[in-house]
C-alpha cells in the first residue's frame, strides 16, 4: 500500500523555469492537498481539491497552479519560478472534509530555485 | 481566522529527561480538531494524534501523553523518558468541520534528544 506519492523528490530550478510536481493516492481519498513548509512558518496550503475536476485556492497560492483530471492524482504547477519558492512540498490527502480526518502526507519534494 | 503557535522553536535535552512541547491555538469555533504531527529527519510528516474539542480527556500512549485545556487554549504534548529516536520536528494543527479538513499548522518545534 503505497498511500501518498509524490515525484520528483528533489529538484533545482532557474529563475523563470516552470516544473510540475505530481501527487498521486491509492486510497481513493476525495480531498487533496498541495502544502509548503518553510522554516519556521509550518506547513501551509497552497491549493487544495475537494473531488475531481475541482480545484481551489489556499492561504498562499499565488505563482502555483493546480489539477486534478484524475480522482488519484493531484498536480502542482510553477510556471515561471522564482527564488522564493524555495521551499519543501508536501502533498496530502483525506477521506473525509469534517475536519477530524488525519491527512495523509506524501514523503515530500525539495525544490530549490536559484 | 484560526491560528496555532508553538512558542518553542527548538528544545534539546539528554537521552531519558521527560520534555514537553507547548501548544497553544485560537479558533473561534465551537467544535474543532487539534492533532499533533511528527517529522522524523527523514523528511514525512506522521500523524501521532487527534482530540476533539468536546473531549478534554487527556491520552496516554506509552511514553507520549498530551493535555488538551480549553480553558488556556492549550494542547501540550510530553514525551516522558526522551530517547534519541525521539529527535523530530513537531507539528500542533488545527482543523474545524468549517475548514472543509484544512489544517492550520503552528511553526514547529524540533526536539533533540542527546545520548
Known amino acids: 500500500n503505497a498511500g501518498v506519492t509524490q515525484t520528483p523528490k528533489f529538484r533545482v530550478l532557474k529563475t523563470g523555469q516552470s516544473m510540475t510536481l505530481l501527487c498521486a493516492q491509492d486510497?481513493?481519498?476525495?480531498?487533496m492537498y498541495w502544502y509548503r513548509q518553510d522554516p519556521g512558518m509550518g506547513l501551509r496550503l497552497i491549493h487544495y481539491?475537494?473531488?475531481?475536476?475541482?480545484?481551489a485556492k489556499g492561504e498562499v497560492p499565488d505563482g502555483y497552479n493546480v489539477s486534478r483530471l484524475k480522482k488519484q492524482n493531484f498536480l502542482l504547477g510553477l510556471e515561471s519560478a522564482a527564488p522564493s519558492q524555495t521551499s519543501v512540498y508536501f502533498c496530502?490527502?483525506?477521506?473525509?472534509?469534517?475536519?477530524?480526518?488525519?491527512?495523509?502526507f506524501g514523503n515530500g519534494t525539495r525544490l530549490t530555485v536559484t | 481566522a484560526q491560528k496555532v503557535t508553538q512558542a518553542q522553536t527548538e528544545i534539546s535535552v539528554v537521552e531519558k529527561e521527560d520534555v514537553t512541547l507547548d501548544c497553544v491555538y485560537e479558533?473561534?469555533?465551537?467544535?474543532?480538531?487539534l492533532f499533533w504531527y511528527k517529522q522524523p529527519p527523514s523528511g514525512e510528516l506522521v500523524f501521532l494524534i487527534r482530540?476533539?474539542?468536546?473531549?478534554?480527556q487527556n491520552e496516554i500512549s506509552g511514553r507520549y501523553s498530551w493535555n488538551f485545556q480549553k480553558s488556556t487554549s492549550s494542547f501540550n504534548f510530553t514525551i516522558t523518558a526522551s530517547q534519541v529516536v525521539d529527535s523530530a520536528v513537531y507539528f500542533c494543527?488545527?482543523?474545524?468541520?468549517?475548514?472543509?479538513?484544512?489544517?492550520?499548522f503552528g511553526g514547529g518545534t524540533r526536539l533533540m534528544v542527546k545520548p
Open positions: 496530502a490527502s483525506s477521506y473525509t472534509d469534517r475536519g477530524y480526518s488525519p491527512l495523509h
Open positions: 486510497m481513493n481519498h476525495e480531498y
Open positions: 481539491s475537494v473531488g475531481e475536476g475541482t480545484t
Open positions: 479558533t473561534r469555533d465551537t467544535t474543532y480538531y
Open positions: 482530540r476533539n474539542s468536546f473531549d478534554e
Open positions: 494543527a488545527l482543523s474545524s468541520p468549517k475548514g472543509g479538513n484544512m489544517l492550520t
